[in-house]
């Protein structure tokens, strides 16, 4: 059998990526496309460029084409919302990212960016802290114009301060009996960076009458591993994991990262070469539900009552506080996983819009990646700025005081967009942060 047939069967399904038929209606949707204009930044011509590498058409080399205009993409599945063919890319784009990462040579920075950084120190909580001690000193002494570039950048993205927050194994529900049990991701980056996200969570999901449980042997939940290229490091998460939420025996497994519940959605994909894992990663994947798709099935609108007395009194211009979340220009942005991953957008703008009420006002562009993409923006800082530049344009367009999203990388990425160009004033903030800030004001009131 010839070289090149053996590399068709072995890492791109070739029926998939036929299913791309030229049309180009997705070239429009295409972040990357649209600021470079090149067809070999698009989707189609990604596709064309897979193909290539596997008929042995093209040869991979980390400096040069096809590499590095897949590298290039982010991932945002924006060109799956917009194909009419229903062409599959993220799958495509996964098994063509695990063939390079195992038959290219990297130069030796983006080697120790992935294999260490990536793989080895952010999808551990523990180590994912320490490595950051030293990016809050140096933030702290005002010593990042001593550092290169690309560190210059990764320290824009830092916290200013770490804080340990221990989240409770168990939290019960706020009025018993309890309507259920939800088992909850804690995730490997929002814990270190957005404890207080999810105390606000938990909190929601308590008021709404259900018992939480964050089971203690979960581990990363293999998106981190999934989207740069280590198919396998992603199964061995992904099999810890559904033995973890057995224990837990939850009705509900539930995500407040948009990044993290594609890839918990997709457990059955990733495990689909067994059909016993594929059986338990099918029920698994049947309860994983992100945080507004939850509160949207479940009635969120028990809570309406409280939010109303917060909007009508905005309304009536009777807030005083400047810091009170009602009464002010609020947008949403998108997060590309959540959007075209899981194709929820309705559900969170409603939650933003039973806050901000008549404030409310739509991101032009709301469903283009702001650059975040995961760890995009370390392994590509210059488009992942240029994405930056021009979500903040189109923020600055709307004049909101707020901006509110779903996923940790979209809130670190523009919040230090908005910071680098000095509009400081804008707060970025979680849906589950915002909702949960807003019931306590409408609570104080
Ligand atoms: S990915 Fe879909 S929309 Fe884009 S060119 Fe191919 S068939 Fe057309
Ligand atoms: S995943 Fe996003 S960046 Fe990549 S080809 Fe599709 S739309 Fe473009």
């Known amino acids: 059998m010839p070289a090149a047939i053996e590399q068709i069967e072995s890492f791109l399904d070739e029926k998939k990526a036929l299913a791309c038929v030229h049309c180009g209606l997705c070239l429009a949707s295409c972040p990357t496309y649209l600021e470079t204009g090149n067809e070999n930044d698009s989707p189609r011509g990604r596709i064309y460029l897979m193909r290539s590498i596997q008929q042995g058409r093209l040869s991979l080399d980390a400096t040069v084409s096809p590499a590095e205009h897949i590298d290039r993409c982010l991932g945002c599945r924006a060109c799956e919302t917009a194909c009419p ?24 920075f983006q080697r120790l960016l992935r294999r ?19 990016a809050v000193w140096a933030k702290r002494m005002d010593i990042g114009h001593l550092l290169p570039q690309f560190l210059r ?30 088992g909850m991701v804690s995730g490997c980056v929002m814990p270190v960076l957005f404890g207080g996200t999810h105390q606000s969570t938990i909190r929601l999901l308590n008021r709404l009458g ?31 994991n559904l ?3 057995d224990r837990a025996d939850c009705d509900t497994i539930l995500i407040n990262a948009a ?17 016993r894992e594929r059986d338990a990663a099918e029920q698994f994947v049947g309860k994983v539900r992100d945080l507004s798709e939850w509160m949207d099935e479940v009635g ?55 806050v901000a009420g008549e404030y409310y006002v739509e991101l032009p562009e709301s469903e283009i990646c702001c650059g975040s993409a995961g760890s995009y923006n370390l392994t590509e800082p210059d488009m992942a700025g240029r994405l930056q530049r021009r979500k903040v344009s189109h923020i600055r367009k709307t004049e909101a005081h707020i901006v509110v999203t779903t996923n940790p990388g979209c809130i670190l990425q523009i919040e230090s967009g908005l910071k680098q160009q000095g509009y400081v004033e804008v707060r970025v903030m979680h849906l589950a942060d915002y909702l949960e800030a807003a019931l306590q004001e409408a609570e104080r009131l």
């Open 259 to 275: 990044g993290c519940g594609s890839t918990l959605k997709e457990y059955h994909h990733l495990l689909e070469g067994d059909f």
């Open 243 to 245: 033995q973890a939420f």
């Open 116 to 134: 260490v950084m990536i793989e080895k120190v952010f999808p551990y909580p523990n180590r994912f802290r320490l490595a950051l001690i030293p």
């Open 300 to 354: 969120w609108k028990a809570l309406d009552a409280l939010l109303e007395k917060g909007r009508r009194l905005a309304c009536g211009e009777k807030t005083t506080s400047p810091a009170s979340l009602f009464g002010r220009p609020t947008t949403f942005h998108d997060a590309c996983h959540l959007a075209h991953a899981q194709g929820i957008t309705r559900q969170p703008r409603d939650l933003v819009k039973a």
């Open 85 to 108: 063919s229903g062409v599959q890319y993220g799958a495509l784009l996964e098994h063509t990212r695990d063939h390079m990462e195992h038959t290219m040579r990297r130069p030796w």
């Open 153 to 182: 950048e990764a320290l824009n993205l830092a916290p200013d301060s770490l804080e340990l927050r221990k989240l409770p194994e168990c939290s019960p529900a706020e009025n018993l009996p309890s309507k259920g049990r939800i």
């Open 210 to 240: 259900y018992d939480v449980v964050i089971p203690r042997d979960q581990v990363c939940c293999g998106a981190l591993y999934a989207h740069s290229g280590q198919l396998d490091m992603a199964r061995g998460v992904a099999r810890v």
